[in-house]
T-cell receptor
């Protein structure tokens, strides 16, 4: 079955530190990839997405992610985090297959940025 | 504002009670779905619908029923609540299943079953 793994469950950083959150998926075919962010007490919002073309995608608020097909990875990065980036981050995948193209989420990574 | 509206925001149920979580969207999206969010497990798909009159099971459908009589509404029913159903529930929609734009999520319903 399709699965999505996020390696870090909790990350604590100081402001201005660089961020990289790992995401790996298990499906070998064509995929669409997403990162969602959930700020405390709020619903999920789309941060960025990849479906084709340049494997380095840029999202909102200075985030970017790189799709490395050979590694089945879609890691999220930000060069300098801010206190307002404190949130939970979810990687998600839609595999293009005959099983319904379902959006599957990783377990999430809680990021805390210390001021 | 256009979007996905969920009600109620909070609910406490006793074991064995039934209730319906409401979800409505005004974006004319064909695809709607229900997820539950549990710590460390991300979001897991409960049920989904690709259009009015069509529903199907997701990863964790047991204990839940859905129906889709209109394009706008996709209620989730708990027939006999159990403590294992304590969770945060999110409704999501998109113009079609697997849309590359991603899904639009509601603000969630926090359910506690005692």
């Amino acid at each position: 079955a399709q699965s999505v793994s996020q390696h870090n469950h909790h990350v604590i950083l100081s402001e201005a530190a660089s961020l990289e959150l790992g995401c790996n998926y298990s499906y070998g075919g064509t995929v669409n990839l997403f990162w969602y962010v959930q700020y405390p007490g709020q619903h999920l919002q789309l941060l960025l997405k990849y479906f084709s073309g340049d494997p380095l995608v840029k999202g909102i608020k200075g985030f970017e992610a790189e799709f490395i097909k050979s590694k089945f990875s879609f890691n999220l990065r930000k060069p300098s985090v801010q206190w307002s980036d404190t949130a939970e981050y979810f990687c998600a995948v839609i595999p293009w297959n005959n099983a319904g193209n379902m959006l599957t989420f990783g377990g999430g990574t809680r990021l805390m940025v210390k001021p | 504002n256009a979007g996905v509206t969920q009600t109620p925001k909070f609910q406490v149920l006793k074991t064995g009670q039934s209730m319906t979580l409401q979800c409505a969207q005004d974006m004319n999206h064909e695809y709607m779905s229900w997820y539950r969010q549990d710590p460390g497990m991300g979001l897991r798909l409960i049920h989904y619908s690709v259009g009015a009159g069509i529903t199907d099971q997701g990863e964790v459908p047991n204990g839940y029923n859905v129906s889709r009589s209109t394009t706008e509404d996709f209620p989730l029913r708990l027939l006999s609540a159990a403590p294992s159903q304590t969770s945060v529930y999110f409704c999501a929609s998109s113009y079609l299943q697997g849309a590359v734009e991603g899904y639009t999520f509601g603000s969630g319903t926090r359910l506690t079953v005692v």
